[in-house]
């Protein structure tokens, strides 16, 4: 997707701290973070939300959750943290290349707003 910021970050066409990168999925600092750990894990390939996973796209979906599960590892993240993915705008969805926030580091209240 020519357009798609989240797209460029991959194609290193904007520029942005990597975590981790494989074949299909690419981790970064996200630029606003809102916890002392904030990473977005992001498929390379481009697919615009949640609700846009399917039987042929959802593998690097799994795999995702695989990385999530090292990091916290690697990380030492076993007091906890959380997984969020905002699907739409009403959901606050603001980048629409599917992205799974990865926070942890500070107390994460429940319910979320
Ligand atoms: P959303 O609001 O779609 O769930 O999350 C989008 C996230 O992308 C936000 O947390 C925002 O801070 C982050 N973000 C937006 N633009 C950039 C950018 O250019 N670089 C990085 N690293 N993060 C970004
Ligand atoms: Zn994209």
């Given amino acids: 997707m020519a357009d798609c910021l989240f797209c460029k970050i991959?194609?290193?066409?904007?520029p942005s701290t990597k975590i981790y990168e494989d074949d299909s999925v690419y981790v970064f600092a996200d630029i606003n973070p809102t916890a002392p750990i904030h990473y977005l894990l992001i498929p390379k390939e481009h697919i615009?939300?949640?609700?846009?996973?399917?039987k042929e796209n959802s593998a690097v979906i799994a795999?995702?959750?695989?990385?999530i599960a090292q990091?916290?590892?690697?990380?030492?993240?076993?007091?906890g943290?959380?997984?969020?993915s905002n699907c739409g705008?009403?959901?606050?969805?603001?980048?629409?290349h599917i992205h799974f926030h990865l926070l942890a580091g500070r107390p994460l209240e429940w319910p979320a707003g």
């Fill in 10 to 14: 991959v194609k290193g066409e904007i």
């Fill in 81 to 84: 943290f959380r997984v969020v």
């Fill in 48 to 54: 615009s939300k949640l609700d846009e996973v399917t």
């Fill in 63 to 67: 795999h995702i959750y695989e990385v």
């Fill in 71 to 79: 990091l916290a590892e690697k990380l030492d993240l076993k007091d």
């Fill in 89 to 96: 705008e009403l959901a606050g969805q603001s980048v629409f």
